[in-house]
């Protein structure tokens, strides 16, 4: 536990971990600023959870506990402090709200949005349920509080396919990220259509006839703006380079590149496995920040990092912005209750599966 370490004692842990990466001026500098979070953090009863994105610094030295969607959610229904700082992205911010709403939630930006999110509303979850009458709706976690009102059941990258499967229903509608809903038909061997969206107002509605008679799963083509971007080239030209090199992916990433990737998996997943491998190198395709963090804890294990792929919204969270949160008791997270009541039932049936 980092929260009781003195200045010069968190200056130790993040040069121990980050030495190698990190000039001493910017270690000296983020260590102060851990600090006086986890004093802060003490005063105010509040809890830290920090998404496996965090930067190495943040992610070492302040969370309470740090973990990919489920794990966070899980840790949020769970705590009994009365603030939850949530250094992640709005969505989980939200789900942490979902879940304790008699707790004050805050985000340390209002900017850290998500592609996926952003890419489908309450409408369009209403509109689909419209033409799909009686078809159960699974909604990634990376959506807003109203679109996962609307649904049956959530589901997270580490348990999609379990979700899909506890539903033992013919047909489902998925959404909204077009990647992990094909990784998880190729799973759940089901096939998958996604019908074009309604006309626009004043044209001929012909959207039923793209509807083919036989669909076991009903997508949305929304996709997350970091892990679109892996090609299958690019695990080529990595083994090309490091030819024992590990690649492991993340399911939002393309099923042709989860099935060139020797292991595909949420970002816990990808944590244990290589925890738990020992292969000379690994190369991760998600958000780079993750490889520093297990190259931090795992002085032992050889990450190749590709940083040019990066999630501007998980690195909108920062610790100065983290101290403020505290501070200045901001960003608050609110979600209307008839909207979080409905979104809780829909979170709360993932949470039951296990
Ligand atoms: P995990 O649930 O695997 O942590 O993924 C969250 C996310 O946003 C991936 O981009
Ligand atoms: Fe959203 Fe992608 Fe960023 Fe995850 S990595 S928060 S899915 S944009």
Redo the contacts with the bound molecule.
């Keep these: 536990m980092t929260v009781n370490l003195s200045g010069d004692e968190m200056y130790q842990k993040l040069k121990t971990m980050l030495g190698d990466s990190v000039p001493d001026v910017e270690l000296r500098y983020k260590s102060t600023l851990a600090v006086e979070i986890n004093q802060l953090k003490k005063e105010k009863n509040a809890v830290i959870l920090g ?3 965090m930067e190495p610094a943040l992610y070492h030295s302040v969370p309470d506990f740090t973990g ?3 794990e966070l959610s899980r840790m949020a229904a769970r705590t009994d402090k009365d603030i939850i700082v949530f250094c992640g ?1 709005r969505f989980m911010a939200e789900t942490a709200k979902i879940l304790s709403p008699t707790k004050t939630v805050l985000i340390p930006s209002p900017r850290a949005g ?1 592609s996926l999110a952003s890419s489908i509303t309450a409408a369009d979850v209403r509109a689909l349920k419209q033409r799909f009458p009686g078809v159960p709706v699974v909604t990634y ?2 959506t807003y509080a109203d679109v996962k009102a609307e649904t049956d059941i959530c589901c ?3 348990n999609a396919v379990k979700v899909v499967e506890s539903l033992g229903s013919t047909s489902v509608i998925f959404i909204p990220d077009e990647y992990l809903a094909r990784n998880v038909a190729r799973e759940t061997g089901k096939h998958i259509i996604f019908p074009t969206p309604k006309a626009p107002r004043g044209a001929p509605d012909t959207d039923l006839d793209v509807v083919p008679l036989h669909a076991d799963m009903i997508g949305w083509r929304g996709r ?1 703006e ?2 679109e971007k892996y090609t299958v080239q690019d695990i080529l030209d990595a083994r090309e380079q490091y030819p024992d090199v590990v690649v492991l992916a ?1 399911p ?1 990433c393309s099923p042709e590149v989860t099935a060139a990737a020797d292991f595909a998996g ?3 997943a990808m944590i244990r496995y290589v925890e738990q491998t020992s292969a000379p190198r690994y190369l991760l395709l ?2 780079c920040s993750m490889g520093d963090n297990i190259a931090a804890a795992n002085p032992d294990k050889e990450m190749v990092r590709m940083c040019s792929v990066r ?1 501007p919204h998980m690195n909108e969270i920062t610790l100065q912005d983290t101290l403020k949160s505290l501070q200045l008791t901001r960003y608050v997270v609110e979600v209307p209750e008839e909207i979080r009541v409905k979104a809780y039932r829909s979170v709360e049936r993932m949470l039951a599966i296990g």
């Design positions: 998404h496996n994105y990919d969607s489920l992205v998500c976690v990376n997270t990258s580490g997350c970091v892990h993340h939002e949420s970002t816990a998600t958000e999630c």
